[in-house]
């Protein structure tokens, strides 16, 4: 029976494993951004793309913003404690968080690729307002279906 769990574990995870692609990984971000854009206009101009690791919850993006990833939750409204009807948000379908269920390996490499993406919004919405135009998202992207149930990871207390 052991034997039999530890395939469906390895078959679970390399699944997960394969989720993590840099397609996937910048629409994530791009839904991230595009929702603090809606939510804090500017907040890239708070945010050190040199220091940015999103595995550290002090330098990530919502620990820049906020002192800390878990208190970012909520005052960005990505996590909900309220008893208002409003669903809390994926941090994992949004980019702040990597993707559960997967190997050390795995969340190494979604880590790395979000670092990436994550420096690369922040430059792109710095340029933009050097250059004058802004970046303001009219809306937040939507997720689908399948992209909140891929991403419905619950975030530990």
Sequence with gaps: MYALIEQLRGWWQSRRTRRITEE??????????????????????????ETLELEDGER??????????????GRSQVLSLSSAPRASL??????FKCVEGV?????ARDY???TAAW????????VADHRGDGHR?????????????????????
Excluded: I
């Design 112 to 114: 790395e690729l979000l």
């Design 60 to 73: 990530c993006v919502l620990g820049q913003l906020h002192g800390g990833f878990r208190v970012g939750l």
């Design 90 to 95: 994926s941090p994992v379908a949004y980019g």
């Design 24 to 49: 996937r990984v910048q629409e994530r971000v791009s839904r991230g951004a595009a929702y603090l854009d809606d939510m804090d206009p500017g907040w890239h101009r708070r945010v050190n793309a």
């Design 103 to 107: 190997s050390e390996a795995g969340k």
């Design 137 to 157: 998202s009219e809306s937040v992207p939507e997720l689908t279906a399948a992209a909140e149930e891929e991403f419905s990871e619950p975030v530990p207390a």
């Design 119 to 126: 420096r690369e919004a922040v430059r792109r919405r710095t």
